[in-house]
C-alpha cells in the first residue's frame, strides 16, 4: 500500500467517529469572550486564568522588547540566541520558585520531551501518574526507560512500584493540577515516598503556577516542597508561551549539554521573554485576581450542585463535567454554542474510555453574571 492510499484508509477510519478533530478559526478572545465570524461567546475553553494575556502593562513590556530586540532570536540558545531578557527572566524565575537555576524552553511540550529524554537511560525508570499530561508520557514511552504508571493520586499503588528493585535511576512524574480532571497531586506524600526510595521528583505544575500559594508560586510551593526538577508553563496563568524548568546547578548544566529540544530549538523572541518578566510582576502581585478567581470557582460548584452531570472534585480553575458518552458530549457542546457559550467537548483518547466531558475553564476575568448565563445554558440543554 502506496502513502496516499495508507493516509486516505486512516482518515476514512477516523472521519466516521466522534474522535475527528477539527479546528476552528476565530478573530481572537480578551480571556472572557472569544469573537468569531458569527459572533461572540462567553469563553469557558481557555486558560488564561488571570487575565494577563490582555494586560496593558505586559502589551506594553512585549511592544518595548520588540523595539530593542525586534521580532525574533534569531538562533539556538546555544548560539545567538540567548539575550539579557532571556537571562533576566531565568533568574528572576530561580529567584521566585526557589531554585539555583532555571533554564527557557520553547514549550511545555519541549520542555517535558527535552528533560525526560536526555536524564532517562536503559536501566532507569519511570514511575508515572496514569493521568499524566501526554507529554510527559509520550517522552517517557519513547525514552530507553522503563515506564510503570501508578494509579491516579494513589499513594499505595505508587508504594508497591518503587518497592520493586530497578538496577538504575528512578524518576517519580506527576501534575501538580490534573489539566483534564482538575484535582491536585498530594505531592507533600509523592515526594516522600521518593524521598524514602532515592528517587528524584519531576512535577509539570502548568495548571498551579500562578495560581496556587503565596505569590502564585504553586502547587509543589503550597505544599512546602521542592522536587529535583519542577516544569511551569507560561501559556495558562501567565497568558504567553513557553516554559521553564526549574533545577539545580548541575542538572541546569547538564540539560545544557544533553536536552536536545533546548539545543537544537530556536530560542523565543527576547520581546517575548521581556514581557514574560513583566508577567511574574504583576503575578507576584496579583492576590485581588486570584482572590476573583477563587470567588469564581466557589460561586459555580455551589450553583453547579443540581446539574444533571457528575462534577468532578475540583477546587481548581478546571471544572469539567462528565457526560460520558461522546456523540451526547458533542451535542452539549453544539447546544451550549448555540446559546453563545463556548465550552469545548473532551473526548478519548485526551481522557479515559467512557469519560468524555465539558471541561469549563473558569478566570479571574470572569463575572458572576457570566457565570450565571452558563449556568442557565446548562440547565437548558434539557438533559
Known amino acids: 500500500m502506496g502513502w496516499s492510499d495508507s493516509l486516505s484508509r486512516r482518515l476514512a477510519e477516523r472521519r466516521g467517529t466522534s474522535l475527528w478533530r477539527n479546528r476552528q478559526v476565530h478573530q481572537g478572545s480578551d480571556g472572557r469572550l472569544l469573537y468569531t465570524s458569527e459572533g461572540q461567546y462567553l469563553n469557558f475553553s481557555g486558560n488564561d ?4 494575556s490582555q494586560h496593558p502593562e505586559i502589551i506594553a513590556t512585549w511592544q518595548q522588547g520588540a523595539e530593542q530586540y525586534g521580532v525574533g532570536s534569531g538562533g539556538s540558545g546555544h548560539v545567538t540566541g540567548y539575550t539579557t531578557a532571556h537571562y533576566v527572566l ?5 529567584e521566585w520558585l526557589g531554585y539555583s537555576r532555571a533554564l527557557l524552553f520553547i514549550s511545555g511540550y519541549a ?3 527535552g528533560v525526560i529524554a536526555a536524564l532517562m537511560e536503559r536501566e532507569d525508570r519511570i514511575i508515572a501518574d496514569r493521568l499524566s499530561h501526554a507529554s510527559l508520557m509520550e517522552a517517557a514511552m519513547y525514552s530507553p526507560a522503563q515506564l510503570r504508571r501508578f494509579l491516579h493520586n494513589d499513594m499505595d499503588s505508587l508504594r508497591q512500584h518503587l518497592l520493586k528493585k530497578c538496577s538504575g535511576k528512578t524518576l517519580v512524574i ?3 493540577v490534573f489539566s483534564m480532571d482538575g484535582d491536585c497531586a498530594p505531592l507533600e506524600y509523592v515526594a516522600q515516598q521518593a524521598k524514602n526510595t532515592e528517587s528524584w521528583l519531576m512535577v509539570d505544575d502548568a495548571h498551579g503556577i500562578g495560581i496556587i500559594g503565596d505569590e502564585g508560586r504553586g502547587s509543589c510551593w503550597a505544599q512546602n516542597i521542592k522536587p529535583e526538577i519542577l516544569v511551569v508553563t507560561f501559556g495558562k496563568a501567565f497568558g504567553l508561551s513557553g516554559a521553564a524548568v526549574l533545577c539545580d546547578e548541575p542538572t541546569a548544566e547538564y540539560l545544557l549539554q544533553y536536552a536536545r529540544h533546548l539545543i537544537y530549538s530556536t530560542s523565543m ?3 517575548q521573554a521581556v514581557a514574560l518578566s513583566e508577567a511574574v510582576r504583576q503575578i507576584r502581585a496579583g492576590d485581588e485576581l486570584r482572590n476573583a ?3 469564581n470557582i466557589r460561586y459555580f460548584r ?3 450542585r443540581h446539574l444533571p452531570f457528575k462534577l468532578m472534585d475540583s477546587e481548581t480553575a478546571i471544572q469539567p463535567l462528565i457526560v460520558g458518552d461522546n456523540e451526547r458530549c458533542i451535542a452539549l457542546s453544539h447546544t451550549l454554542r448555540q446559546k453563545k457559550v463556548w465550552v469545548k467537548a473532551i473526548l478519548p483518547p485526551t ?5 468524555a466531558r465539558l471541561r469549563i475553564t473558569l478566570t479571574a476575568s470572569h463575572t458572576r453574571q457570566d457565570i450565571d448565563v452558563l449556568l442557565e445554558a446548562l440547565h437548558g440543554t434539557g438533559c
Open 49 to 52: 486564568y488571570l487575565g494577563l
Open 90 to 94: 531565568e533568574q528572576q524565575l530561580a
Open 111 to 113: 520542555a517535558n520531551q
Open 174 to 176: 506527576t501534575e501538580g
Open 269 to 271: 523572541p527576547p520581546a
Open 293 to 295: 478567581l477563587r470567588n
Open 302 to 304: 455551589h450553583e453547579a
Open 351 to 355: 481522557v479515559p474510555p467512557d469519560s
